[in-house]
């Protein structure tokens, strides 16, 4: 039964350089990311996925709460100056009594452990269902997680010796993801958590490109002749475009309105 308490009215984001919108480029003075060819403090072109779903869900900018860190870990330390996403859960939780419960709050991160060399996804896991459990224990109410994309079918590991070791640790964090949050949904009844498959909308992209408008899934917009931006999936080794950003986000709110009751906005979702 949908209730009226199903709107949406703050995104409160944590996570890594996939969802950040600026705080690593105001923490360097506008340095990093470098702009161009980067926008605005993005790790893309343009905006990123939690930009375009706030418009999906007629969020003003001043709506979405956002502490994500490029490089950030999954880990409540620090590493190269950068909080993990644990650690940006932590000051929140600390420095806030109760969670807004028409707020969602977002938690996507993982992958730079494991580009780091991180060979345990039970570890990862852990600091992940922490960050999650905490929000969770502090009154949220909705909270939108999201998978890991193959990390062995990024431009920049595609050709690499230890591809198919990322892809595998990939398949088994997503695994893992899955049923850790089933158990913390069991804990916390009063939470509803909805995933986001990034790892199924990355594989439809690079196995039916044109679907999605996309002519190069595989190589970067940045090492080569970058004329049409938006028909690639990836902007540089790593990271997506801002077209492909944009599918995320219209994906995130499909899987939101499934969830909820909620009025998206007349942009077109796949």
């Not at 990123?48 to 900018?61: F, G, S």
């Not at 969770?136 to 998978?147: D, Q, S």
Request: hydrophobic share 40%; charged share 15%.
């Amino acid at each position: 039964m949908h209730k009226s308490s199903d709107k949406i009215n703050q995104l409160y984001v944590f996570g890594d350089s996939l969802s950040d919108v600026g705080v690593v480029f105001r923490a360097t003075g506008g340095q990093y990311p470098p702009n161009p060819p980067y926008f605005e403090g993005r790790y893309s072109n343009g905006q990123v996925w939690v930009e375009h779903l706030a418009a999906q869900l007629a969020l003003t900018p001043d709506r979405n709460t956002n502490f994500a860190c490029g490089g950030a870990t999954t880990g409540t330390s620090s590493l190269n100056g950068i909080p993990g996403v644990g650690g940006q859960v932590q000051n929140f939780v600390k420095a806030n009594q109760k969670l807004d419960p028409n707020g969602l709050y977002i938690v996507w991160a993982g992958a730079n452990d494991y580009l780091y060399g991180a060979s345990n996804p039970a570890i990862v896991l852990e600091n992940l269902s922490q960050a999650v459990a905490a929000i969770a224990h502090k009154g949220a109410k909705k909270i939108l997680v999201a998978n890991l994309p193959d990390l062995g079918q990024l431009p920049t590991t595609r050709n690499n010796l230890n591809a198919g070791a990322l892809s595998s640790i990939t398949k088994a964090h997503n695994l893992g993801l899955s049923k850790t949050l089933h158990q913390l949904s069991q804990l916390q009844p009063e939470t509803t958590i909805v995933q986001l498959d990034a790892y199924a909308l990355y594989r439809e992209a690079i196995e039916n490109p044109a679907q999605f408008g996309f002519t190069n899934v595989t190589s970067a917009c940045l090492d080569g002749a970058c004329g049409q931006p938006d028909r690639f999936l990836f902007w540089d080794g790593i990271h997506p475009t801002t077209a492909a950003h944009r599918i995320l986000g219209e994906r995130a709110a499909s899987a939101l309105k499934t969830q909820f009751s909620l009025n998206l906005s007349s942009e077109r979702v796949h």
